[in-house]
């Protein structure tokens, strides 16, 4: 009963990230993946993801310091964030990093560092809104392994 | 999936797939999929340790490598194996987040079997398997 409870949470939990529009369909696909054998390859890829994403992030932070004004490099490291966004459907971070290129393009140093903060912001609400996620999961134990809603 | 097994390939032998991708995460999904799709995979991060692979497995069923990537992109990946009298026949699939035709047209104009737009798709791997793998 009390799993049943935590995967109704996980659940719910879930749909309200993608009606915020946290995740988009990406994040099923990713899911769809976990099988017997990999029964927690969602929360491995997100966790790759995560650890990946900071240490960009972080290359960001330090290109924006060392080397002022440099669109075409600041735009480099920040395709690589968004690519990876795209692979596991963080549809949030993936449109800061959007906005975050279009300053490059239009050489907008500014535009560029709110768009940036946005990133983050947005990236440390996701790791946060995931984390709970997975521990649902994983309190909810091995039959707790998520699955596509009906209709989608 | 029949298909995909018959590619001069012992009887229950998967075929094997080198992913080359310099993104751990789209290394974990695209090995994912592939695996999903019943396939043998060795992820490597760059074109030189897929060169080093190549070297050593005699039997790579097709190649399926992220375009951008530092030091070796997979365009120049894709050139060297085509190049290559023992590696020429071995399918090379590109991966991109980007849609830039003329990237697109020069990887198939040196004779990548598809280019596919990232997120990879299930789809896009088992519309591979039967065309390329055929």
Request: net charge positive; charged share 30%; hydrophobic share 35%.
């Amino acid at each position: 009963m009390e799993h049943a409870n935590l995967r109704r949470q996980a659940a719910s939990l879930k749909k309200s990230l993608f009606d915020q529009g946290y995740l988009d369909e990406q994040f099923y696909q990713v899911e769809d993946l976990q099988d017997e054998a990999n029964p927690n390859f969602a929360e491995e890829v997100v966790s790759l993801f995560f650890k990946d994403s900071a240490r960009v992030m972080l290359n960001i932070e330090q290109a924006i310091e060392k080397y002022p004004r440099d669109f075409a490099r600041w735009d480099a490291h920040m395709q690589q964030l968004k690519g990876s966004c795209s692979s596991i459907g963080a549809s949030r971070v993936k449109n800061e990093c959007t906005s975050f290129r279009n300053f490059c393009g239009e050489e907008n140093a500014e535009g560029c560092m709110r768009s940036f903060q946005k990133v983050k912001r947005e990236h440390a609400v996701l790791r946060q809104k995931l984390e709970s996620y997975f521990q649902l999961l994983r309190q909810a134990g091995p039959a707790g392994i998520a699955t596509r809603p009906a209709g989608k | 999936m029949a298909a995909c097994r018959s590619r001069g390939v012992e009887r229950g032998v998967a075929p094997h797939v080198l992913a080359v991708d310099d993104s751990s995460v789209d290394r974990a999904v695209i090995s994912g999929i592939l695996r999903r799709s019943q396939f043998r995979v060795t992820a490597v991060d760059s074109g030189k340790r897929a060169l080093e692979l190549l070297g050593s497995e005699p039997n790579v069923s097709m190649i399926i490598t992220d375009y951008w990537m530092p030091e070796m992109t997979g365009y120049e990946l894709l050139k060297k194996v085509k190049e290559s009298s023992r590696l020429k026949e071995i399918p090379v699939v590109i991966m991109s987040s980007e849609n830039v035709p003329t990237r697109i047209s020069r990887c198939l104009e040196e004779g990548a079997e598809d280019f596919l737009l990232k997120p990879v798709q299930p789809s896009d791997v088992s519309r591979l398997c039967s065309r390329v793998l055929r």
